[in-house]
């Protein structure tokens, strides 16, 4: 593929990942040696049925969950190896997760919730101007003051969205179904970023 995204070097490499899990002394495997490449610039919709480990590898992925075997580089970052507190400041600092059930704070305005990112790692000029920008981006400019609860649920998801996009993340994680909303939206989403 000449001069597309396989050209590009891989954002995200998985090597040989496995992920089992136990309940009621019965161990199931989800993920059985799992070996992918996602190149810069790829959109990548990950599609299955309900448990066929889509989220798991997701949680693999951003660091949320531990793999039992193999590894995971993104960039030049193994984050298999890092400790917890380093996992942490990767995940803060490089990937952008915007969960199934969006995970806004109900005590902060939309515009809190977006920039909390940016503030978390002490960069609190720069979080308001991002995020006032990210929510003009996604069509939420006039609902900076909001709460989450005075919102429908596709304007919570575009406030995850903005808030997955805030610290300019060389990742961005989300579930099937905003995948699907990204690719309607196409150019506005990619101008996000």
Same mark, same amino acid.
């Given at each position: ?14 090597? =040989?990942?496995?992920?089992? $899990?136990?309940?009621?002394? *019965? ?15 790829? #959109? #990548? ?5 309900? +448990?066929?480990?889509? &989220? ?10 531990? *793999? =039992?075997? +193999? +590894? ?14 380093? @996992?942490?400041?990767?995940? !803060? ?5 915007? #969960?199934? #059930? ?5 005590? @902060?305005? *939309? ?35 909001? $709460? ?9 998801? !575009? ?5 997955? %996009?805030?610290? =300019?993340?060389? %990742? *961005?994680?989300? =579930? ?13 989403? &990619?101008?996000?970023?």
């Amino acid at each position: 593929m000449k001069n597309g995204a396989k050209d590009l070097p891989a954002v995200v490499q998985i090597r =040989d990942v496995t992920k089992t $899990y136990t309940e009621g002394g *019965v161990t199931r495997t989800i993920l059985d040696q799992v070996n992918l490449d996602v190149h810069e610039g790829e #959109f #990548f919709v990950l599609l299955g049925k309900s +448990g066929s480990g889509k &989220s798991t590898l997701l949680n693999l992925v951003s660091g949320i969950d531990l *793999v =039992d075997t +193999g +590894g995971i580089r993104i960039h030049d970052t193994e984050i298999t190896r890092l400790n917890d507190r380093q @996992l942490t400041l990767f995940r !803060r600092d490089h990937i952008g997760f915007v #969960f199934q #059930f969006f995970n806004l704070i109900p005590t @902060l305005t *939309v515009l809190e919730n977006v920039m909390l990112p940016l503030e978390l790692s002490g960069q609190f000029e720069r979080a308001r101007k991002r995020g006032t920008a990210l929510l003009e981006r996604v069509g939420l400019a006039n609902r900076t003051t909001a $709460y989450p609860d005075r919102l429908s649920g596709g304007e919570q998801q !575009r406030v995850a969205i903005a808030r997955a %996009l805030v610290c =300019d993340p060389a %990742l *961005v994680l989300a =579930d099937e179904q905003l995948a699907i909303w990204m690719k309607i939206q196409g150019n506005a989403f &990619s101008n996000c970023c």
